[in-house]
């Protein structure tokens, strides 16, 4: 029979194919695909162009990669896409900040039909209509639902956007000669550590804020000494992954502002707050949005992901080239390289458009009442998970604002259950896999010790919840019955535990398989000599 | 039963359900939760979005409706290129890529999400072989960002803060990679040859100063050439204390020599033409190569995914040298990193394990066979140029048209109307090649193709 229901513990084992690298499975002579033929006057030419290519040129020796017939390489990766825990397949809540929402399957299919794939960037504007037509309607979506004035949607991701927003804010600098007066930026310790990265690659000298110990929120006192003219802007998320939404966030930009900054609102999760509050009343002159987050579009193993930049009127010149304008009188779409201090480009082309066009179709299917409605049930979901672990043995939340109910996640702590029987989040981590399930820490510094991030989105129901939470309580309850199966965990997952010792060692590491033959014979015996 | 719509994608909308979980939360009503939000900051009533298409069926009706204005390289004959092409994308590919349990993962551990890490790792380790070199990176953005990246990357390894880039560079990547390196390197262009394109020896020499920390040039160039002094210019950079950093086409190197044969240090490019539909320029992977030197491992800002053993004798995998990362050191590490293209990084392994050595070199040799043969039916066309500037070619041709009399933006209007995607417009970012345009021809295109492209182009330009 199927899982009980009420107990809600699946007797779960995920695929284990032991398959061998692919180099392995090579068979000399084998075919996977075969390339079109030319013609007898085309390979004429190319006999003669060959022959013709410089010494030097033509490479000596062939690649050596596989050589494998093409059933085998389906096989090959088919197996390894069943070694891989999808969203689709388990209750994917334990990825907080992450936003790991259902992506509908009508919108991969739309983003995948050749009327989406089959596009050269370059073509005759006439040609590309309609996904110019939906980047400029999206982008008038994202504007409504945050306030600012104009969108590029170009960046591959929500690091990439950070990148370009920090572009923009040097540009902003540059362009007011305050290169050497404006040289600071400040966010918070729990704002994405690609926020601080950006800054500093960017050349500003980097400050930053810690939580306030009763409120949970960012230190309002240092925040206060920390602004100053010096200040070039604000970089910050808001809520924040402890999941609390930072009620004085207005008094944070007006003080920047006060300084002659301006203020980037990281919104790469706005979850919680769709058509409940937005980028342009907080007081921010930037934002992005994670459409591979928020927007539903699917992660894809880390990737393809977009995300998108909004700016205020007075910072749409430094935008990134080209945007997507409208001719009101010929109803023409096309590409804008208007602004006029431009950072230029910051992705080749123009954006991610399978990833635009599947948000185009995910707001479009929810419209204003839907979305409010996601912001609302992903509170509930995530108010109701944090009551329950709250309640469970050894598990706790950093001791902010106590009382408060939360937004859409909340960063909670293993600190007692490792205290009490030497079983921190690590070991729950490695013991999660084998109940089909899925827990991060957070980023880091962990300043929450023993930290783990849940985020339940609006796309599960409560019996999905509960059964995550079932899975929680048992490897708890496993913590103080048995704690030494667990240090060996994972036992019902693909592979045992990895000695990540070799990762970190210059003499053992090997990032390829050449690396691997050159440093190993077998199965990691060192080669001699 | 309740009237209250409940959205398909949303369960807990239910009102019973609803009800069941603000009770078992202690809480009046889901208003309760935002009462943290200052009144000054709330939306006043619903956002003003449009109406929506709540069915599956409307809403697919409608966004096919905006999608069928599109016309595309399928339907169209289509010679663009200039760093996004009309490859062949292998049903497989699509297949993999298309698969639920890749395309829905994000950041599992190497346990549960043992299959992509394993499928990366295979990726660097094919990518390794085509680029001969012995580390890669699980795919950034795209080309641009590599680009921009192995050339900080060679100004913290050589601790020098200036970089000589060809000025025959894809004029968007100079602008990626000009502002990329802005504040803390400098940017300076170094000429061409007008009649053959090739770096000039003598500029790059009189510009090769001790704050030099990489010179940089593609191969095959934007405009299409092969640039062939490679070891001259990686010679240059070395005997200065520079690193060589080189921009390839990975569709090129299954017959044209990989750059880190003649002296590049790092190699970089976009994998694109390795199993990726166009998508408009959307759907790119950028790569770095490197030598096995823990001095180059030690500056990439990306995931590098190794092979490590496990307590059973399996194959495991994990992050190498994850300290580097962002993740771990905040302002204090190599750059940045995030979610970039790693569904295309598996795509691109899919490709290379189909294709295997000889795929690759049937796969060059067919570029190449495509483009000397157009460069044979177009020359003969009466006022047209071919090559506009360059010696030996790989997939793409600068075409010239300042014999017709005629504009680029004429001839490629009047091609269009015969279903004709015409070669990109050089004429504003290389002003000295006149009227010219750059032509792609990769395997997918026919002699046919190329035969109507010529007979097409005879005819508009004698109009």
């Not at chain 1, 966010?187 to 926020?195: G, M, R, Y």
């Not at chain 1, 000695?499 to 990032?511: G, M, N, S, T, V």
Request: net charge negative.
């Amino acid at each position: 029979m199927g899982m009980d229901m009420k107990e809600k513990i699946r007797d779960f084992h995920q695929a284990r194919w032991d398959e061998p690298v692919i180099f392995e499975l090579s068979a000399p002579g084998e075919r996977g695909i075969l390339v079109p033929e030319g013609g007898p006057e085309v390979e004429a030419a190319g006999k003669e162009a060959m022959a013709a290519l410089p010494a030097g040129m033509l490479r000596a020796a062939p690649p050596a990669l596989p050589e494998m017939g093409q059933m085998k390489v389906v096989k090959h990766f088919l197996r390894l896409s069943q070694e891989n825990l999808g969203a689709d397949f388990n209750i994917d809540i334990g990825q907080g900040t992450c936003t790991m929402k259902y992506s509908p399957k009508v919108n991969d299919k739309l983003a995948a039909s050749p009327k989406v794939a089959d596009l050269h960037p370059l073509q005759d504007e006439s040609t590309l209509q309609g996904a110019l037509e939906i980047l400029y309607k999206t982008e008038q979506l994202l504007k409504s639902i945050s306030g600012l004035d104009r969108f590029c949607l170009h960046p591959g991701g929500g690091s990439q956007a950070l990148s370009g927003i920090a572009a923009i804010i040097r540009a902003w600098v540059d362009d007011q000669g305050l290169q050497d007066t404006k040289d600071e930026i400040v966010t918070t310790i729990f704002s994405h550590p690609s926020n601080p990265a950006v800054a500093k690659l960017k050349g500003f000298k980097v400050i930053t804020i810690y939580p306030d110990p009763v409120t949970g929120r960012p230190d309002f006192e240092a925040f206060k000494a920390a602004v100053s003219d010096r200040t070039a802007a604000l970089m910050i998320t808001n809520p924040e992954d402890i999941g609390l939404y930072n009620d004085r966030i207005k008094e944070f930009t007006d003080l920047v502002h006060a300084h002659g900054g301006i203020c980037s609102y990281d919104q790469a999760n706005a979850n919680g707050i769709l058509g409940i509050t937005r980028a342009k009343e907080a007081g921010f002159d930037l934002c992005f949005f994670n459409i591979h987050k928020t927007f539903s579009s699917p992660h894809g193993c880390g990737g393809p992901g977009c995300g998108v930049i909004g700016v205020a009127e007075h910072l749409v010149p430094y935008l990134p080239i080209p945007l997507v304008s409208h001719c009101e009188k010929g109803g023409r779409y096309y590409l804008d390289t208007d602004p006029p201090k431009t950072v230029g480009k910051i992705k080749d082309f123009y954006g991610v458009l399978p990833a635009v066009v599947r948000a185009y179709a995910w707001i479009m299917n929810l419209g204003a009442e839907g979305l409010l409605e996601v912001a609302r049930v992903s509170i509930l979901n995530n108010n109701y998970v944090f009551r329950k672990v709250l309640k469970m043995k050894g598990a706790g939340a950093p001791p902010y604002a106590e009382g408060e109910h939360r937004m859409e996640q909340v960063r909670y702590s293993f600190q007692r259950l490792k205290d009490e029987t030497g079983i921190g989040f690590a070991e729950v981590q490695n013991r999660i896999f084998d109940y089909a399930g899925h827990i991060w820490s957070s980023h880091e510094p962990f300043i929450v010790p023993e930290p783990f991030t849940i985020e339940p989105t609006e796309s599960y129901s409560k019996d999905e919840l509960d059964e995550y939470l079932a899975i929680l309580g048992r490897i708890v309850e496993e913590a103080y019955a048995d704690p030494e199966m667990l240090k060996h965990a994972p036992h019902r997952s693909v592979i045992h535990h990895v000695d990540h010792d070799y990762l970190d060692d210059p003499k053992r590491w090997a990032i390829t398989w050449r690396m691997y033959k050159k440093r190993f014979d077998g199965y990691f015996e060192p080669k001699k000599g | 039963m309740s009237e209250k719509f409940v959205h398909p994608y949303i369960p807990n909308s239910a009102p019973e359900v609803q009800a069941e979980m603000l009770k078992s939360i202690g809480a009046k009503d889901i208003e309760e939760f935002f009462a943290c939000i200052p009144e000054a900051l709330r939306v006043k009533g619903l956002l003003d979005l449009p109406k929506p298409f709540l069915s599956e069926a409307s809403l697919k009706r409608h966004v096919e409706g905006i999608l069928s204005k599109n016309r595309t390289s399928g339907e169209l004959r289509c010679f663009l290129g200039g760093g996004c092409w009309n490859h062949h994308v292998p049903a497989v590919c699509d297949e993999v890529n298309g698969r639920s349990e890749f395309l829905t993962a994000y950041a599992g551990e190497p346990y549960e999400d043992h299959g992509r890490f394993q499928a990366l790792f295979e990726y660097e380790s094919l990518m390794a072989e085509l680029l001969d070199v012995d580390v890669v990176n699980v795919p950034t953005y795209d080309g641009s960002q590599a680009a921009a990246t192995a050339l900080r990357m060679a100004g913290r390894i050589t601790k020098r803060d200036e970089v000589l880039v060809a000025d025959t560079t894809s004029p968007d990547r100079l602008s990626a990679i000009t502002g990329y390196l802005h504040p803390d390197m400098k940017v300076t262009l170094v000429g061409h040859d007008p009649k053959s394109g090739l770096m000039v020896g003598s500029d790059l020499a009189a510009k090769m100063t001790d704050r030099v920390a990489a010179v940089y040039f593609e191969n095959p160039s934007y405009l299409g050439f092969i640039e062939t002094e490679g070891k001259a210019i990686s010679g240059a950079a070395h005997a200065k204390g520079a690193l060589c950093v080189v921009y390839a086409d990975p569709s090129s190197l299954g017959v044209l020599t990989p750059p880190s044969n003649y002296g590049a240090d790092l190699t970089c490019g976009d994998i694109q033409p390795l199993g990726m539909h166009m998508h408009m320029g959307g759907a790119r992977g950028g790569f770095i190569g490197a030598p096995d030197d823990e001095k180059f491992i030690e500056e990439y800002p990306s995931r590098l995914f190794g092979i490590a053993p496990t307590s059973h004798r399996e194959w495991g995998f994990g992050d190498v040298a994850w300290e580097r990362t962002s993740f771990a050191k905040r302002e204090n590490a190599k750059e940045f990193v995030g979610t970039a293209a790693a569904l295309w990084g598996i795509t691109a392994a899919v490709y290379l394990s189909l294709m295997g050595p000889a795929g690759m070199k049937e796969l060059g040799t067919a570029c190449m066979a495509r483009t000397a043969y157009a460069v044979k039916r177009l020359g003969a066309v009466k006022g047209v140029r071919v090559p506009a500037i360059g010696g030996a070619f790989f997939k793409e041709i600068p075409v010239n048209f300042d014999g017709t009399g005629k504009t680029v933006k004429e001839i490629n209007k009047a091609l269009l109307e015969k279903g004709i995607l015409g070669g990109h417009d050089l004429s504003k970012a290389f002003p000295a090649l006149g009227q010219s345009a750059l032509y792609a021809f990769t395997e997918v295109v026919t002699q046919d193709d190329i035969d109507t492209l010529a007979d097409a182009l005879a005819a508009v330009t004698a109009r």
